[in-house]
């Protein structure tokens, strides 16, 4: 793990009554386990078994082949604009893996895999992309949030579920709360922080730091030289970990998860990793996007990595690719047939979902949005 000191250079320079105002020295760690070939820094393998292993490996595959299929059905009209995933896949599997059934899993629109492990099916993201509520539907007792599109809103529900699992003492119950980085210029993350570590909730908040919020690079949207230092201000443990690699993603996660569980309140970790792919199907990145940067994250992908890794510990070998490969897609192609056979939808259903209970202002713009449905012309 290397230690990173943030130091603001003072220059000598005095404030009034001779105080330094600038005078603030801090670490920031930055933990890496696997590095870009895969090689493993021993001392801090968390010791997962093969089996856990190999299952964090297989959600990861199926993240990016769901990404990529996705995409491929956006371009022939199949499903509306997404979000690709690709490049993000340790990020989120490496956390979901120490994850318990007890714990809630509350993100915004770029954790598939994690989601797909948390026993979604795949049916609900062709769902959703294609605009029916139905997809926001997850299995009964899953304790999964549906995507938040509004930046950073999620990040208040997490404190206030992971408050209510403190209140209720249902000490085994945490929140894992994803984010981006543009949404640390929100002012939802600043107060879910604040209170976060005010009411010490079992909280734990990954920034992905995929260095874009849509065309914004990283570089305009703080001065501060990493996210994890944001902790800092709100008093809790904040971290930077490398978030192409699932070994420290997964280490850090379940630290912070650990701690939260036995009463030592939030964490915020850092995942520095790359969006690899357009912000949604709506845009063009090569009019913003660096080719030379792209090409320099593509050799830190997370996927060859973790499969060298695996390769290394001889626990997965060129037969298992295969036999992944055709498994997955033809789970995706199952999933794809089930959404493209459903037709019973209820266009008005986001409206059943605002209030717990029926309210007269709801109901009313309910009947007017059916109203307008009503007259739009059809193809037939
Ligand atoms: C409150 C709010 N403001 C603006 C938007 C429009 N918007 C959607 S995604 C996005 C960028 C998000 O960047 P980041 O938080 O880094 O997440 P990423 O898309 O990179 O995963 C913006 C500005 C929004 N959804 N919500
Ligand atoms: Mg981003």
Redesign the pocket.
């Known amino acids: 793990m290397s230690t990173r000191t943030c130091e603001t250079p003072t220059n000598g320079q005095k404030g009034p009554y001779g105080l330094d105002l600038r005078d603030r020295t801090f670490n920031i760690s930055h933990l890496q386990i696997l590095d870009e070939f895969g090689n493993l820094d021993a001392d801090r393998a968390p010791g997962l078994s093969s089996e856990q292993l190999v299952r964090l490996y297989r959600a990861m595959v199926l993240a990016r082949v769901v990404d990529d299929r996705l995409l491929k059905l956006q371009r022939q009209g199949r499903i509306g604009t997404f979000?690709p995933c690709t490049g993000?896949e340790a990020a989120v599997c490496g956390p979901t893996l120490a994850m318990t059934e007890q714990d809630w899993f509350v993100g915004?629109?770029?954790e598939l895999g994690g989601r797909l492990m948390r026993g979604e099916p795949i049916e609900n993201t062709l769902l959703v992309y294609s605009g029916y509520e139905e997809g926001n539907v997850f299995p009964e007792g899953k304790r999964t949030l549906p995507i938040s599109?509004?930046?950073?809103?999620q990040a208040l529900h997490a404190v206030g579920i992971a408050n209510a699992m403190k209140l209720r003492g249902e000490g085994d119950s945490a929140v894992l709360c994803f984010?981006?980085?543009?949404?640390?210029s929100?002012g939802?993350f600043h107060e879910a922080l604040n209170f976060a570590s005010l009411w010490q909730a079992p909280v734990v908040f990954i920034c992905?730091?995929?260095?874009?919020?849509?065309s914004?690079p990283?570089s305009k949207?703080t001065r501060s030289p990493t996210l994890a230092q944001k902790a800092i201000a709100y008093d809790i443990p904040g971290v930077q970990v490398d978030g192409n690699d699932a070994l420290a993603m997964y280490s850090a996660a379940k630290e912070a998860l650990d701690r939260a569980h036995s009463g030592g309140g939030p964490t915020l970790i850092e995942a520095v990793t790359y969006?690899m792919r357009m912000?949604?199907t709506a845009d063009d990145p090569s009019r913003y996007q660096e080719a030379e940067q792209l090409e320099a994250w593509e050799k830190r992908d997370p996927l060859p990595r973790f499969k060298n890794h695996l390769h290394a510990k001889g626990i997965w070998s060129d037969d298992q690719q295969t036999e992944l490969e055709a498994e997955v897609k033809q789970r995706i192609e199952a999933a794809v047939s089930a959404f493209e056979s459903m037709t019973a939808f209820k266009p008005d259903a986001p409206f059943d979902h605002v209030f717990g209970t029926p309210h007269p202002r709801i109901e009313e713009q309910r009947a007017q949005f059916l109203d307008a449905l009503k007259r739009e012309p059809t193809d037939a």
Do not use: K, M, Y
Not at 149 to 153: D, K, Q, V
Not at 208 to 214: F, K
């Open positions: 979000p993000q915004s629109f770029r599109i509004i930046l950073a809103a984010f981006g980085d543009g949404a640390t929100e939802d992905q730091n995929n260095h874009w919020a849509i914004v990283r949207q969006r912000h949604t």
